[in-house]
């Protein structure tokens, strides 16, 4: 499937996406993309952001692909179940945080376990960074099998945000569009 042909929703993680993010600069230079807002960036509830995930994708009138940070990543795991009958044909997955292990993540986060392991209803891919400070490789790893998501490590790239030096992200637009190349219009 081509870029133009579907609706791009992005979909941060805690906190919004900060200025520059790759997230941002995405929205902007695709015309067919959009930024899914959460009610709220800093203390987010899982149900509140599942629905909005799952509203949005069935409020599309085109083929959706999901494009999700750090903690939308698990939102969007948890609002999977509800996406097998909709316009969704898959999911670019970004630094999943590890929010059950993991002792450095945000407190608020913890609403969001536990992390769901059952399979993705569409094809996916999840980056992950070998330093990333809030997921080992190994369990991003255990993430994207239990998924059913293509893999790829980025190296030693954090966050995969604006802090660890990703603003245009380069590198990952060209990861997205290999996944858009085995989806479906």
Known sequence: ????????????????????????????????????????????????????????????????????????????????????????????????????LHPDVPEATTAFRPIPRNPLPFPSMLVASTNDPYCSVDRAVEFSTCWGSDFHQAGDAGHINVESGHGPWPEGLLMFTRLMQRLRP
Do not use: C, Y
């Not at 230079?29 to 069935?58: C, F, K």
């Not at 083929?63 to 609002?79: D, T």
């Open 1 to 100: 499937m081509k870029i133009s042909e579907a609706d791009i929703l992005i979909l941060p993680g805690l906190g919004g996406s900060s200025p520059g993010h790759w997230q941002l600069r995405w929205a902007e230079r695709m015309a067919n993309a959009g930024i899914v807002e959460q009610a709220d960036w800093d203390e987010p509830e899982l149900d509140d952001w599942a629905d909005t995930i799952e509203q949005a994708v069935r409020l599309a009138t085109r083929p959706v692909v999901l494009v999700a940070h750090s903690l939308a990543v698990i939102a969007l795991a948890h609002a999977a179940p509800r996406l097998a009958d909709t316009n969704a044909r898959g999911a670019f997955l970004v630094a999943a945080p590890d929010i059950e």
